[in-house]
């Protein structure tokens, strides 16, 4: 009763949109998820008329796609949008082939511009950040097991967890029992400013999640020029690549992950390498400007009927410049 309930609210709340569509003169229509704003969006468009396209972020949606019919979406939509070739991927696995032609790549993307290394008076040169919300799917209680092992070797090593969410409690414990008081800060939420100051003060940063899309915290990182520890999964190695802009370990190999942070605790040199690689990294290929302008084309070329080719923008610039 309760489901039937909502998806009637949902219908409502379609037909509002609709109208307010046609009303407005519409042209097209876009949704960022997959989930029941992304049903309401393909309703509307059904009732309007009005074209509509989603992007698909993950992981969650990726867990039940047979629930949130992402089928159905990819074949109704006019193009369908995917952070990463991954997740493009995993939209592929759930549709029909005749529709691949329509799934392009946009990537979430920051402003380089914003985060930048600068030299912070009383900063701890070892300090690993690990940005993310308190829940199982981060690993985060891994971070403090690092931890604990690090500092027999790297005895000044301090690990700042910024977030807050279900297990903070149960990781404020862990840190307790392991003695690690004094060298664990847990700040709760921050606002972007704030993550970005405490970036910039830090040695590196660390994420080693279980799932993932593509995460921002690693390109705010990557953009200040700290080099990033996370794990092999889902479009990740898409955006760090292992050695040159980051280190990228196997998701819950405890021992990986102790290894690559003492490496780059060790290493100065190697931290200001990856580090220097990543900013470059995110800045031509994780940009908002350049991802918001690509989106834009997508747009305004499903519209003329003329919806652009090729899956990234750099590959439509070079279609554009054949070599010869």
Same mark, same amino acid.
């Given at each position: ?49 009005v ?15 047979h629930?949130? @019919?992402?089928?159905?979406?990819i ?26 032609? @329509?799934m ?5 993307g ?67 029992a ?45 953009a ?8 092999r ?13 980051g ?30 690689a ?34 990234r ?12």
């Amino acid at each position: 009763m309760k489901a039937a309930l909502w998806q009637l609210f949902y219908f409502l709340e379609a037909g509002v949109l609709a109208a307010e569509l046609r009303r407005q003169g519409a042209s097209h229509l876009h949704n960022h998820f997959v989930d029941s704003s992304c049903s309401v969006a393909m309703l509307a468009s059904h009732m309007s008329g009005v074209p509509f396209s989603f992007t698909l972020h993950g992981p969650t949606e990726l867990y039940e796609p047979h629930r949130w @019919r992402l089928d159905e979406k990819i074949a109704r939509a006019a193009f369908s949008v995917f952070i990463s070739h991954f997740a493009r991927s995993q939209g592929m696995l759930f549709s029909d082939p005749s529709h691949w032609d @329509r799934m392009r790549i946009v990537h979430c993307g920051i402003e380089p511009e914003r985060y930048r290394k600068v030299s912070v008076e009383g900063a701890n040169p070892l300090e690993i950040v690990f940005i993310g919300r308190m829940a199982g799917v981060k690993g985060a209680p891994l971070m403090i097991a690092a931890l604990e092992r690090l500092r027999a070797d790297h005895p000044d090593a301090r690990l700042v967890m910024i977030g807050d969410g279900p297990e903070r409690p149960a990781l404020e414990a862990q840190a307790r029992a392991a003695g690690l008081q004094g060298a664990v800060e847990f700040t709760g939420y921050l606002d972007q400013d704030q993550v970005a100051a405490r970036l910039s003060a830090a040695a590196m940063l660390a994420l080693p999640s279980f799932a993932e899309g593509v995460p921002v915290v690693l390109m705010e990182a990557m953009a200040t020029g700290l080099p990033v520890v996370t794990t092999r999964i889902a479009g990740i190695p898409e955006l760090v690549e292992d050695g040159v802009s980051g280190i990228l370990v196997p998701p819950g190999d405890l021992d990986a992950l102790v290894e690559a942070l003492s490496a780059l605790l060790a290493d100065t040199e190697m931290r200001a390498r990856l580090g220097q690689a990543g900013r470059a990294k995110v800045a031509r290929d994780f940009h908002q400007a350049t991802e918001a302008k690509w989106l834009g084309t997508l747009f305004s070329g499903s519209i003329a009927g003329q919806l652009p080719r090729t899956l990234r923008p750099e590959q439509a610039e070079a279609s554009s410049h054949p070599a010869g």
